[in-house]
């Protein structure tokens, strides 16, 4: 979702500051000639971020429209975006045509802001365009995700998000539905389904019948994502593909293929492996799931990403508290090695580390090592190492692991409006490389030469001061919440008329009472000022005169 910035129309923190960097550089100078991707890439290799930062747009200029336009197609989106053949167009005109008439009711006029994109076919698709080459570069670890953020990159995730890459998502999403829904049924169903019967048997049968439905309709919706998956393969090159998490991707189509060739074809059917199979698939599923949450607002969580940015931080302490809970494991088997019938649970390394994990969740009972010994020697020694773990791991180490934790998701969660603008630009590749080219081409307009912008500038907007809403004595409070008139807003008291409202009378003049009350106040304030600062240079005088004299 996008982040707490104290303003409206910002998908992350740091937007404003971006766009009013972009604007500035190029204020004042003729734009250059727009480069392709493949001109960029090839003439200005080491320049392609800065570019990017720089003059990857180019502001045209502000003219003002209804808000109720602005702010309604912009929705919970920071910025729209406009796709035309050429850079230069009546841009103006195009995005009134593009907007289209205000509906009725209360309306204002907001002061909006024009660019365009300064790369020719920085939309186009695949390596032609400039998601992948950027994808590619951060995936290579030579890019920061926050390049993703950029205005011109921004605008490129904007157009495409919004034009078709959303609503395939969301088919995608249907047939993931389709799958999880499918798969779950079939473990229900296979419960007290009887191993010995064959397939035409089970087919007999209606619970049977529903069983092999259930398997199929996996399958089905497993379909698109092993296609996407090869795409990708093909697209990035093994070696770009193979991060942890498409690798457990294909783990997960491979037990499902598992899954359903050993139950249709009743091969080992009374063991145990395909239960351990489905067991295992249940979990791969819902932590898929999250592969749809972290590009949309409203469900925005973003699971394994952020186990994997805390797993980079926290990596080496784990191995560290491995390799203790693996000692002490290991020092406790020793130590019962000749008691093993009393203190099974320490007769291996392997039943050693179970225990030691089961006293870390907070299940200790120490009793046992004092009460089975007979040992005098070995009562001690085995309560001191028991109470030594407990305290250590259990309470310390444990507890700094949490607070270490705590700081790496507060970092993350700072950067989530970044985070969520690079999920949606892996979403939109890995789409666009599944799409065939031949279908591209049946949509030219998918895929234009140029991206036009506009955008509301948040600090022209009308905004409620919360930190002065409750006034002190209740005399601001009418001030502070109609606040200045804002540039580009319509003004009633020029004779302008808002769409529906119609004529609004300015506020009145604030009472000369309440005028005196507030300059009595401030000038109180000042006195108190007055009076602390005199205080102050007294103090320092003294100060120096003691110093002096002292030497």
Not at 86 to 115: F, H, M
Not at 357 to 376: I, K, V
């Given at each position: 979702?996008?982040?707490?910035?104290?303003?409206?129309?910002?998908?992350?923190?740091?937007?404003?500051?971006?766009?009013?960097?972009?604007?500035?550089?190029?204020?004042?100078?003729?734009?250059?000639?727009?480069?392709?991707?493949?001109?960029?890439?090839?003439?200005?290799?080491?320049?392609?971020?800065?570019?990017?930062?720089?003059?990857?747009?180019?502001?045209?200029?502000?003219?003002?429209?209804?808000?109720?336009?602005?702010?309604?197609?912009?929705?919970?989106?920071?910025?729209?975006?406009?796709?035309?053949?050429?850079?230069?167009?009546?841009?103006?005109?195009?995005?009134?045509?593009?907007?289209?008439?205000?509906?009725?009711?209360?309306?204002?006029?907001?002061?909006?802001?024009?660019?365009?994109?300064?790369?020719?076919?920085?939309?186009?698709?695949?390596?032609?365009?400039?998601?992948?080459?950027?994808?590619?570069?951060?995936?290579?670890?030579?890019?920061?995700?926050?390049?993703?953020?950029?205005?011109?990159?921004?605008?490129?995730?904007?157009?495409?998000?919004?034009?078709?890459?959303?609503?395939?998502?969301?088919?995608?999403?249907?047939?993931?539905?389709?799958?999880?829904?499918?798969?779950?049924?079939?473990?229900?169903?296979?419960?007290?389904?009887?191993?010995?019967?064959?397939?035409?048997?089970?087919?007999?049968?209606?619970?049977?019948?529903?069983?092999?439905a259930c398997d199929i309709l996996s399958l089905v919706g497993m379909a698109p994502f092993l296609v996407i998956e090869v795409s990708t393969i093909l697209a990035y090159g093994a070696w770009g593909w193979a991060t942890i998490?498409?690798?457990?991707?294909?783990?997960?189509?491979?037990?499902?293929?598992?899954?359903?060739?050993?139950?249709?074809?009743?091969?080992?059917?009374?063991?145990?492996?395909?239960?351990?199979?489905?067991?295992?698939?249940?979990?791969?599923?819902?932590?898929?799931?999250?592969?749809?949450?972290?590009?949309?607002?409203?469900?925005?969580?973003?699971?394994?990403?952020?186990?994997?940015?805390?797993?980079?931080?926290?990596?080496?302490?784990?191995?560290?508290?491995?390799?203790?809970?693996?000692?002490?494991?290991?020092?406790?088997?020793?130590?019962?090695?000749?008691?093993?019938?009393?203190?099974?649970?320490?007769?291996?390394?392997?039943?050693?580390?179970?225990?030691?994990?089961?006293?870390?969740?907070?299940?200790?009972?120490?009793?046992?090592?004092?009460?089975?010994?007979?040992?005098?020697?070995?009562?001690?020694?085995?309560?001191?190492?028991?109470?030594?773990?407990?305290?250590?791991?259990?309470?310390?180490?444990?507890?700094?692991?949490?607070?270490?934790?705590?700081?790496?998701?507060?970092?993350?969660?700072?950067?989530?409006?970044?985070?969520?603008?690079?999920?949606?630009?892996?979403?939109?590749?890995?789409?666009?490389?599944?799409?065939?080219?031949?279908?591209?081409?049946?949509?030219?307009?998918?895929?234009?030469?140029?991206?036009?912008?506009?955008?509301?500038?948040?600090?022209?907007?009308?905004?409620?001061?919360?930190?002065?809403?409750?006034?002190?004595?209740?005399?601001?409070?009418?001030?502070?919440?109609?606040?200045?008139?804002?540039?580009?807003c319509r003004n009633e008291d020029e004779g302008q008329q808002g769409g529906g409202g119609g004529d609004r009378e300015a506020p009145p003049p604030a009472p000369p009472a309440a005028a005196d009350k507030k300059l009595a106040?401030?000038?109180?304030?000042?006195?108190?000022?007055?009076?602390?600062?005199?205080?102050?240079?007294?103090?320092?005088?003294?100060?120096?005169?003691?110093?002096?004299?002292?030497?």
């Amino acid at each position: 979702m996008a982040e707490d910035t104290g303003q409206p129309l910002l998908a992350h923190a740091q937007e404003d500051a971006l766009w009013d960097r972009a604007e500035a550089a190029t204020a004042g100078r003729a734009p250059k000639p727009a480069p392709t991707v493949g001109q960029l890439l090839s003439e200005h290799p080491s320049e392609v971020v800065r570019f990017l930062q720089s003059q990857g747009v180019v502001k045209l200029g502000e003219f003002g429209m209804e808000d109720k336009l602005v702010l309604g197609r912009l929705g919970s989106d920071s910025i729209v975006t406009l796709g035309a053949d050429s850079r230069d167009i009546d841009w103006q005109a195009a995005w009134k045509r593009e907007l289209g008439e205000p509906p009725a009711g209360w309306s204002n006029t907001i002061t909006v802001c024009a660019y365009v994109v300064n790369i020719r076919d920085a939309a186009a698709p695949d390596k032609q365009g400039l998601l992948q080459p950027l994808l590619k570069r951060w995936q290579a670890g030579g890019l920061s995700y926050a390049a993703f953020a950029l205005p011109a990159v921004q605008a490129v995730i904007d157009w495409k998000w919004s034009r078709f890459c959303r609503r395939l998502l969301l088919w995608e999403l249907a047939f993931f539905l389709l799958w999880l829904f499918s798969f779950f049924t079939f473990t229900i169903l296979f419960q007290d389904e009887d191993t010995k019967m064959s397939l035409r048997q089970i087919l007999a049968t209606p619970r049977g019948r529903a069983t092999v439905a259930c398997d199929i309709l996996s399958l089905v919706g497993m379909a698109p994502f092993l296609v996407i998956e090869v795409s990708t393969i093909l697209a990035y090159g093994a070696w770009g593909w193979a991060t942890i998490w498409n690798i457990v991707d294909v783990a997960t189509y491979s037990i499902q293929i598992a899954i359903v060739v050993q139950h249709l074809g009743r091969l080992n059917i009374s063991s145990d492996y395909l239960s351990i199979l489905a067991a295992v698939q249940c979990i791969l599923l819902l932590l898929r799931l999250q592969y749809f949450s972290r590009v949309f607002r409203a469900t925005r969580f973003a699971f394994l990403d952020d186990v994997k940015e805390v797993l980079h931080d926290v990596k080496w302490y784990l191995a560290f508290l491995g390799l203790l809970v693996l000692g002490f494991a290991t020092s406790f088997h020793i130590l019962f090695r000749r008691d093993q019938e009393k203190h099974d649970e320490f007769s291996n390394i392997g039943k050693s580390l179970v225990m030691m994990t089961t006293w870390m969740a907070g299940n200790a009972d120490l009793n046992p090592l004092y009460e089975h010994a007979h040992n005098p020697g070995k009562r001690v020694a085995a309560s001191l190492l028991g109470v030594l773990f407990v305290f250590v791991l259990g309470t310390i180490l444990l507890n700094m692991l949490i607070s270490i934790m705590t700081n790496t998701l507060d970092k993350v969660t700072e950067n989530e409006g970044l985070r969520m603008l690079l999920s949606k630009a892996q979403a939109i590749d890995e789409l666009e490389s599944t799409i065939p080219g031949w279908i591209e081409r049946l949509f030219p307009g998918l895929y234009p030469h140029y991206l036009h912008v506009l955008r509301v500038d948040p600090d022209k907007l009308d905004a409620v001061r919360l930190d002065k809403l409750w006034a002190e004595g209740g005399d601001d409070e009418e001030t502070t919440l109609l606040g200045e008139p804002q540039a580009g807003c319509r003004n009633e008291d020029e004779g302008q008329q808002g769409g529906g409202g119609g004529d609004r009378e300015a506020p009145p003049p604030a009472p000369p009472a309440a005028a005196d009350k507030k300059l009595a106040r401030l000038e109180s304030k000042l006195d108190g000022l007055s009076a602390e600062v005199a205080e102050l240079k007294a103090l320092l005088k003294a100060s120096l005169s003691q110093g002096f004299a002292s030497k």
